[in-house]
């Protein structure tokens, strides 16, 4: 695997990540040699500057991730990454603490001039009258925004004696109250806080969010602080208002364009301006790499990431239970794929047992993805699997039972052609997976990769040894044998484990020996 960092990373989660990769370092890449080489690379990462843009994604024939070290993903086309089936993630907690820290720094410089009040002593100017303050204590500061940022500057803002309201229509109340934040409607916010502070992404819908409109209706004396995403406050407007001093100042520490060193908010000194420093620590920039690359591998070693933008979250607890069964699922889908024959219609995945009570998006990945591997040009995961399906006009049924009667948990997928219905199914057994049915047969074996050979046969004295002759003379070893049998010499399956796969002729020789009537070579 090869991943391309595009962006500054820290060394902890480079090193990371060359422990499991062949990781290359081109950090500035122009947009034009980035579609050039991505081509080349399984992964992406990249913090802010670097934009994935359409282009660079559909260039990406081998992606299977793009990681983003830091919150935001408004620089990662995620929509194009979604229809091309690449993950995309993010390292939300990264810079929580830095960035909430980051924001009462700049609250707090504000309230009491500290950036002016040191430019004038160190000129040699000695001014007390002029940089009068005011306390944050007993003022109103409005949270727009109740994310992980938000909500850890609620609570270091509840520690200062602040009174706080907040606006996110996407939190309970409960959650609210907890953080003892009055909910409040966006205009009742703007005209209600001494302070405002945004913690949003930019969208089309707050693009703009506080403009003419909004700064029209504050308190008078109010203060903004926005360390999220530019472009959510007009900044022409934002300029106005303080020149007409409806708004006593504002600390913006991110642009719409960026870098940059030109801005109508440099030309007034009661706006602060730092360059978008609120995921600048040094423990930032190392938990947000880590976190990021820890979700790489995860990418690279079949299992779900714990932040994807693009994909269900799946909690810890919930992946801790479905962790073996996705590669049984995935197995169940590859082996249903090569036993079925005819053209493909629909396909009914079921959960029985414990495994029912959980949240079944990355099973369903799993199964798809084992069963379109090499029809499909997409890459089938959780983060497209029913984007690809729809595509396709397969018609796709889950269905789920509490109990289960031989096993604890079993995940089963029945695969219906033109020809017939193809079952399969599986579990997981001490850690390990277990396929243990197809069709009618049950049966229980450990697939640990190579071929096997799936022989449908009528059960009769001799067929066994005739088989194994075929084998014996081709020089083609069998690790283990199993049979399945509906009755005494009724129909029966036979399933070799073979260390090389049977050649062609000698899979005709078993197809002709009689009672034989499939003799079918897989690999998984």
Known sequence: M??????????????????????????????ADLVAAIGDYEALLVRSQTQVTAD???????????????????????????????????????????????????????????????????????????????????????????GNVGSAVARRARALEMRLVGFDPFVSMDYAHNLQIEMVTFEQLVKDSDFITLHIPLTNATKGLIGPKEL????????????????????????????????????????????TTKSVLFEEDNIIVTPHLGASTAEAQVTAAKDVAEQIVDVFEGCPPRYAVNAPLILPETLSVLAPFIRVASLVGKLARQLAEGQMNAI?????????????????????????????????????ADIVAAQRGLSIVEQKRTTCENYVSLVTAEVATNRGTTIVAGTVMRGEPHIVRVDSYWFDIVPTGGYYLFSDHRDRPGLIGAVGKITGDADINISYMHLSRLKPRGQALMILALDEALPEAQRQQILALPGVSTAKLVRL
């Open 2 to 31: 090869k991943v391309l960092v595009a962006d500054p990373i820290s060394e902890e989660g480079l090193a990371l990540l060359r422990d499991h990769a062949q990781v290359d370092v081109k950090v500035g890449i122009k947009p």
């Open 56 to 146: 660079v994604i559909r260039a990406g024939k081998k992606l299977q991730v793009i990681g983003r070290a830091g919150v935001g993903v408004d620089n990662i086309d995620v929509e194009e990454a979604t229809r091309q089936g690449i993950i995309v993630v993010n390292a939300p907690h990264g810079n929580t603490i830095s960035a909430a820290e980051h924001t009462i720094a700049l609250m707090l410089a504000l309230a009491r001039h500290i950036p002016r009040a040191n430019t004038v002593l160190k000129s040699g100017v000695w001014k007390r009258t002029e940089f009068t303050g005011t306390e944050v204590r007993g003022k109103t500061l409005g949270v727009v925004g109740l």
């Open 216 to 259: 029209a209706m504050v308190k008078p004396g109010v203060r903004i602080i926005n360390t999220a995403r530019g472009g959510l406050i007009d900044e022409e407007a934002l300029v106005k208002a303080v020149r007409e001093k409806r708004v006593a100042g504002a600390a913006i520490d991110v642009f719409p364009v960026e870098p």
């Open 348 to 384: 009914q995945i079921s959960y029985d047992g414990e495994i029912s009570a959980y949240d079944s998006h990355a099973l369903k990945a799993a199964v798809l993805g084992g069963l379109l591997e090499g029809i499909s040009e997409e890459r089938v995961n959780l983060v497209n």
